[in-house]
């Protein structure tokens, strides 16, 4: 293919994003656009060959990725070439499902298709098993091929369930097309169901919380609750743990970091922190016993200072100091 022809064409041809809308194009080439949508519009180069031109280059990345994903298999357009914002490719030929389903029936072979349509995107990577009916195109020998693929990767969120083809086809070919899946794929069927079900109990929740406005004053007193720092001895405890994990967290890394096991650092760091603990409760044991013991020695001193009040509770104190006063300097005088 002749990609400096390409170039030259792409040059003439602006194409611009519009927000919730299908592209807005200008084009000053020779070449005849076939249609667009959302991303870009595609133009035919040959009897067999067409360009999509993009309105950013992301789209055409993010498309180009797609498409390259799948082109071991007979479902998608074959790729001939690819620029910054453009990509040559196969012509896909037929009739997309949404005008094929206006004449003709849904018939279980054609659900058995597209359920295999939905097995390749698995296959290969997509992440989204999912597509619109006019996006596929039924062939002259009963194959499908499918074009517009960018949406199915690089996502972080999809349904997990082929909501967009359902929907498209209508209630009563929705209807139709999940009959055959349950005759063909019983296990399959109950799993979308399971998310459909789901997907409407959402929709139930939101329309009751939506309406909901909360009593400030009231979560203010109530979130008083969950208050630690007024509170010194909590407040200790919660910095206590606080550190705790950040230690914990950042030696894990740093050991990780050094190649050594996850397991054998977990363990370590588990022995580190009980001996710590351990230490905590020796020190204020070791204290106690301290303060026992300096309370045993003086009620020991006291004890044998006044030895035998007991025996005559007349006595007074002085009376004991008097008599030990007097045993003291017994005979001095007689020296």
């Known amino acids: 293919m002749d990609t400096k022809q390409l170039k030259k064409w792409v040059k003439g041809i602006k194409v611009q994003n519009v927000v919730n809308s299908d592209v807005e194009v200008e084009n000053k080439s020779p070449l005849v656009m076939l249609g667009k949508g959302r991303q870009g519009a595609v133009f035919q180069v040959s009897d067999d060959i067409c360009m999509k031109v ?6 055409c990345a993010r498309e180009h990725y797609a498409l390259s994903l799948g082109q071991n298999t007979d479902l998608f357009p074959k790729i001939h070439a690819r620029g910054a914002r453009y990509i040559a490719m196969d012509i896909v030929k037929g009739v997309d499902i949404r005008e094929f389903l ?5 018939t279980e072979a054609l659900s058995a298709k597209l359920i295999e349509m939905l097995i390749t995107f698995k296959k290969i990577g997509y992440e989204r098993i999912d597509h619109h009916k006019r996006q596929i195109y039924l062939q002259p020998d009963g194959n499908l091929k499918v074009i517009d693929v ?3 990767v690089w996502r972080d969120r999809v349904y997990p369930y082929p909501r967009k083809l ?9 209807a139709i097309f999940l009959s055959h899946v349950q005759e063909m794929a019983p296990e399959l069927y109950e799993e979308w169901l399971h998310y459909i079900r789901m997907e409407e109990i959402s929709h139930q929740i939101y329309q009751v919380l939506l309406p909901q406005r909360p009593d400030k004053e009231k979560m203010k007193n109530l979130s008083n609750q969950l ?12 910095l206590h743990g606080l550190v705790h994990k950040v230690f914990k967290e950042e030696w894990i890394k740093t050991m990780l970091a050094r190649g050594k096991n996850p397991d054998a650092v977990m363990a370590k760091i588990d022995r580190y922190w009980d001996y710590r603990e ?17 309370k045993k020695d003086r009620k020991r001193k006291d004890e044998k200072r006044f030895v035998g ?19 003291r300097f017994v005979g ?4």
């Not at 359902?166 to 929705?174: H, I, Q, R, V, Y």
């Not at 351990?278 to 300096?294: A, F, I, P, W």
């Open 332 to 335: 001095e005088k007689y020296r």
């Open 54 to 59: 993009f309105g950013n280059v992301e789209d």
């Open 309 to 327: 009040e007991n025996r005559d509770s007349k006595k007074s104190r002085s009376d004991y100091d008097n008599n030990d006063y007097r045993k």
């Open 278 to 294: 351990r230490g905590q409760y020796r020190t204020g044991d070791r204290k106690r016993d301290k303060d026992r013991k300096s």
């Open 227 to 238: 208050l630690t720092t007024k509170n010194e001895e909590k407040y200790v405890a919660q």
């Open 166 to 174: 359902l929907t498209s086809l209508g209630e009563e070919n929705k």
């Open 150 to 152: 960018a949406r199915t």
């Open 102 to 106: 206006q004449s003709q029936p849904l």
